[in-house]
């Protein structure tokens, strides 16, 4: 495969102007929604990494674990401007501590021995999800006004770990949809998302980077297993830099016309994935 330093500098222009660009939206959004930003990161690495001829049997693995790695830093970045405001419920983020951790492990883990093409077709059904969810949901919207029993805060955040390990997101967006529905506040909701990013990012990260040792002679110059260092050296920094400005928005603005342009965003990515898949 070639080198970085041996692309068309056109194309290097394309793949750094790609990755700043992602990395402004990602760190807006993590702020704004208490997300990590890997719903943008996946299908804009998946891309540019067929831009730059990574094979179709890794590219899906080296988008996740990148996009898993770059969260780690915007996700605690985030955390720590919604905490200075106070809006963290803590009682939900000790109950996920130990079962989301292990849910992050048990997601990376399994994303090992399944194809490229599985996770493109987990995350084109999970974006469609969740276009649906910010298109037609209602913040009105409950089960309960209380969490459940901390055995089943904490089961239900292990099944967010494993899916959010599996399509390299923070579990932000399904945590606040969890938190919401069950009578937490929407500021509230997002703030606490943004922690269990990082309980979920740092774990699922390293377990890419184990996952994909194996298979460094099918992957691109200067990837670390299933992590690419040159997609988290540009990807990272600004993404941190952007955050605080998406919280700053979260609290200050409306966000249903936001929320609607995430949604079609989605929509379109889901269509595009499986448009992929199908052809």
Do not use: C
Not at 4 to 9: D, H, N, T
């Amino acid at each position: 495969m070639d080198t970085v330093s041996a692309l068309p500098l056109q194309e290097l222009v394309e793949l750094g102007l790609g990755l700043l660009a992602a990395g402004v939206i990602t760190g807006v959004l993590a702020g704004l929604f208490g997300v990590g930003g890997g719903a943008i990161i996946v299908p804009v690495l998946v891309v540019l990494f067929d831009h730059i001829g990574v094979g179709d049997s890794v590219e899906m693995q080296l988008a996740v674990g990148t996009s898993l790695a770059v969260i780690v830093p915007t996700s605690l970045r985030s955390f720590r401007a919604h905490r200075a405001r106070g809006t963290i419920d803590d009682e939900a983020l000790k109950a996920w501590i130990l079962p989301v951790a292990l849910g992050a492990v048990a997601g990376a883990a399994i994303a090992a021995f399944v194809t490229s093409d599985a996770l493109k077709a987990v995350f084109a059904v999970f974006a469609l999800f969740m276009a649906g969810n910010l298109l037609f949901g209602r913040e009105s919207w409950r089960l309960s006004s209380e969490l459940p029993r901390r055995a089943v805060t904490g089961v239900w955040g292990f099944v967010i770990a494993v899916l959010s390990a599996l399509i390299g997101i923070g579990g932000g967006t399904l945590g606040t949809l969890f938190l919401q529905l069950h009578g937490r506040p929407i500021h509230t909701a997002i703030g606490t998302s943004s922690g269990l990013g990082a309980l979920i990012s740092i774990p699922a990260a390293i377990g890419y980077v184990v996952a994909g040792w194996p298979h460094m002679a099918e992957l691109p110059p200067l990837s670390l297993g299933f992590v690419s260092l040159v997609g988290v050296a540009i990807l990272a920094p600004v993404s941190v830099i952007s955050a605080p400005l998406g919280v700053r928005i979260a609290h200050g603005l409306s966000r249903r016309t936001l929320t609607i342009a995430f949604g079609l965003f989605l929509t379109l990515v889901s269509a595009r994935f499986f448009y992929d898949l199908a052809t």
